[in-house]
């Protein structure tokens, strides 16, 4: 399984970058999937995830109504779009892989079986 993140990136504070993840050697239908993050210093937390089906995205407090994810199945392709960056939004940023039935979505990483090498975001003030 290889999960290839791309799209990261230095940007002004208010600016935006899309992150990209394909995927690959996996059914990209039968699995969920989410963006994590890790600063310099810090654990890796949850930014968002995506359900099989598209339907149920959770966000962190933190990127409420900034970022989006969305999935496109035909490219075996997950999004995450940042918008209105912040300098606190610096780190790495990795997606991951959850197989999972139709509608579940989870948050914590320990559930998430496969992860991608991570693309650096760095937002200047």
């Known amino acids: 399984v290889q999960l290839q993140a791309s799209g990261g990136g230095l940007v002004q504070a208010g600016g935006s970058l899309r992150l990209s993840c394909v995927a690959s050697g996996l059914t990209f239908m039968y699995y969920s999937f989410g963006w994590f993050r890790q600063a310099p210093g810090k654990e890796r937390e949850f930014v968002a995830a995506v359900s099989r089906s598209g339907g149920n995205t959770p966000y962190a407090d933190s990127v409420k109504g900034r970022f989006t994810i969305s999935r496109e199945n035909d490219k075996k392709t997950v999004y995450l779009q940042m918008n209105g960056l912040k300098p606190e939004d610096t780190a790495t940023y990795y997606c991951?892989?959850?197989?999972?039935?139709?509608?579940?979505?989870?948050?914590?990483?320990?559930?998430?079986?496969?992860w991608g090498q991570g693309t650096q975001v760095t937002v200047s003030s």
């Open positions: 991951a892989a959850d197989r999972t039935i139709l509608s579940v979505v989870n948050t914590a990483r320990d559930e998430y079986e496969h």
